[in-house]
């Protein structure tokens, strides 16, 4: 495994790969990171990849809107999780979904009558590609911004340079999501 760094307007980026795929994007401090797995990885900051995906970030942003399937990608995680990732992709740049939608559609794929938001919550913030799988974009139905694993702040700020309205999102002021 390898890894490099990324110098972005939210703070260091840790970029993770096998040496063909993106497999793992991290803000410095995030929730589920262990830092002390970089020091188990070759630092390679010239791997092609990791100068795509530098670019892919740069062009993000500069709120250019980069395409995510420029990027391969290979986020290792159960086949539950996998789907859920998928619908995130599917999110527009700038655009939210919530929580209770995204249960709706993988209620739909798995031939199920209904699904928790609250297990697609658990897959949403277990994202290991940050920023490049859009789980800033996700929200709460009430329109709460909880459950961002990098932190309200960047997901606020992800959502603001997306150019998303914030007048009906709101910080809620307790919770475990927080």
């Known amino acids: 495994m390898y890894s490099a760094t990324y110098d972005s307007p939210i703070g260091r980026l840790i970029i ?9 994007l991290w803000m410095d401090g995030q929730k ?8 188990k990885m070759k630092d390679n900051n010239d791997l092609p990849v990791f100068v795509l995906t530098k670019q892919w970030l740069k062009r993000y942003f500069a709120k250019e809107r980069p395409v995510i399937s420029e990027l391969p990608l290979a ?3 159960s086949e539950f999780r996998q789907e859920v990732w998928k ?19 993988m209620a739909e794929l798995t031939g199920k009558p209904g699904m928790s938001a609250q297990a697609i919550g658990g897959a949403v913030g277990h994202n290991p ?31 603001e340079l997306e ?13 475990t999501a927080l």
């Open 129 to 159: 590609i940050s920023i490049i799988v859009p789980c800033h974009r996700v929200v709460g139905t009430n329109g709460s911004l909880t459950g961002y694993a990098g932190g309200i702040d960047k997901k606020i700020k992800l959502l």
């Open 32 to 39: 589920y990171y262990d830092p002390s797995l970089i020091d």
């Open 75 to 77: 986020p290792n995680g």
């Open 163 to 175: 150019g998303v309205d914030l007048s009906k999102l709101y910080v809620p002021t307790k919770g």
């Open 87 to 105: 619908i995130l992709c599917e999110i527009p740049y700038g655009v939210v979904e919530t929580y209770g939608n995204i249960a709706k559609k």
């Open 16 to 24: 993770v790969s096998d040496g063909e795929n993106i497999t793992e």
